[in-house]
């Protein structure tokens, strides 16, 4: 396992070593002057060969929003997006989840953002995978959606926020 602690120390994380880590990843996707800075931590490719998963952008991210008057999933998403207040090994969240779809392509994203800080942290899931009927018979599987989940999961289970 690889160890990430952010620049500012607001927070560590656990990550499998054979990710790849991006220190400068922004996410853009909710249009021009929202970007959302973070870490991202991306599968590798062997992670996705002989599956309809895309191991380009499928991974973890954390990230955060300064000055959120309250730290709640919907700001990592699009407005229209419901948000609703879990518990999951102990830590409360407030999550969110999407997909879409474009081109035979398939996405998904979860956002767990922590109430309560400031600036608002949260961790992103984001897979991104290929209709699987895109694809002709046997030259591709399904990836396993159960096991990339359970290893987001422990990515995210690692998150220590700094007292």
């Known amino acids: 396992m690889g160890a990430y602690v952010d620049a500012s120390g607001t927070f560590s994380i656990r990550y499998p070593s054979n990710y790849s880590v991006n220190p400068s990843y922004v996410y853009q996707e909710l249009g021009p002057g929202k970007d959302i800075d973070g870490v991202k931590f991306t599968i590798p490719e062997s992670m996705a060969t002989g599956t309809n998963l895309s191991g380009f952008d499928t991974g973890v991210s954390v990230e955060k929003i300064p000055n959120a008057q309250d730290c709640n999933a ?16 102990g830590v409360d969240y407030s999550f969110a989840s999407s997909t879409g779809a474009g081109a035979g392509n398939r996405y998904e994203e979860e956002v767990w953002a922590i109430p309560n800080t400031n600036p608002c942290i949260a961790v992103r899931y984001f897979i991104h995978y290929m209709a699987i009927e895109n694809y002709p018979p046997k030259v591709v599987s399904n990836f396993n959606r159960d096991a990339l989940l359970k290893q987001f999961d422990q990515i995210r289970q690692s998150l220590v926020l700094a007292p």
């Open 74 to 89: 919907k700001l990592f998403l699009y407005p229209e997006v419901a948000s609703s207040n879990i518990t999951d090994n």
